[in-house]
Antibody
Framework: EVHLVQSGGVVVQPGGSLRLTCAAS????????MHWVRQVPGQALEWLSL????????AYAGSMQDRITVSRDNSKNTLFLQMNSLRTEDTAFYYC??????????WGQGTLVTVSS | DIVLTQSPGTLSLSPGERATLSCRAS???????FAWYQQKPGQAPRLLIY???SRATGIPDRFSGSGSGTDFTLTISRLEPEDFAVYYC?????????FGQGTKLEIK
């Protein structure tokens, strides 16, 4: 069975940095493009980033695109999202996802990132 | 950027009724690059429909998707209690990928 297990929730101060992790199992990780999506509580989904199967191609969007970097370690079946210069408005649930014909076919359980002093 | 506008914002229906949710794109979207998701409170989203009309694995056949160009529709033929949730459309044919703002389907 396909599983995406994300790191636990965290509180970080404004201006701080954070790296989220997403551990994959149940499928051949290095065959798939992976995604990051976020959701401010009570608001809509916002697509953030994708990384190709081999890590050579990435794409970003949204208000975080200049402050985030996606990466992966195929030897450890793990996806990462490095977030810098965090702001209070970045407080949100962050989801990783496995690509399925361009859509997001499987989702992680989400990580709540709280940016607060 | 392509903006997806979902309507209505909230839809109040009873179990057994038919639900029709709309998603309109600000520019034409390839049908192969269009999807619908369901999200229940406290849960991650779940893929329902990809390629505008193909059901994802395990999705009941009461869910169907249709449309092309700028107008797409998700239809739930006969609502079950577990279908009351928020539904999002997404396009991924043009960068940046985008989601609609969601339609909340609530019990009347």
């Amino acid at each position: 069975e396909v599983h995406l297990v994300q790191s636990g929730g965290v509180v970080v101060q404004p201006g701080g940095s954070l790296r989220l992790t997403c551990a994959a199992s149940g499928f051949r990780f290095d065959d798939y493009t992976m995604h990051w999506v976020r959701q401010v509580p009570g608001q809509a989904l916002e697509w953030l980033s994708l990384i190709s199967w081999d890590g050579l191609s990435t794409a970003y969007a949204g208000s975080m695109q200049d402050r985030i970097t996606v990466s992966r370690d195929n030897s450890k079946n793990t996806l990462f999202l490095q977030m810098n210069s965090l702001r209070t408005e970045d407080t949100a649930f962050y989801y990783c996802g496995k690509d399925m014909r361009g859509a997001i076919g499987t989702w992680g359980q989400g990580t709540l990132v709280t940016v607060s002093s | 950027d392509i903006v997806l506008t979902q309507s209505p914002g909230t839809l109040s229906l009873s179990p057994g009724e038919r639900a029709t949710l709309s998603c309109r794109a600000s520019q034409s979207v390839s049908s192969s690059s269009f999807a619908w998701y369901q999200q229940k409170p406290g849960q991650a989203p779940r893929l329902l429909i990809y390629g505008a009309s193909s059901r994802a694995t395990g999705i009941p056949d009461r869910f169907s998707g249709s449309g092309s160009g700028t107008d797409f529709t998700l239809t739930i033929s006969r609502l079950e209690p577990e279908d009351f949730a928020v539904y999002y459309c997404q396009q991924f044919g043009s960068a940046p990928r985008s989601f609609g703002q969601g339609t909340k389907l609530e019990i009347k």
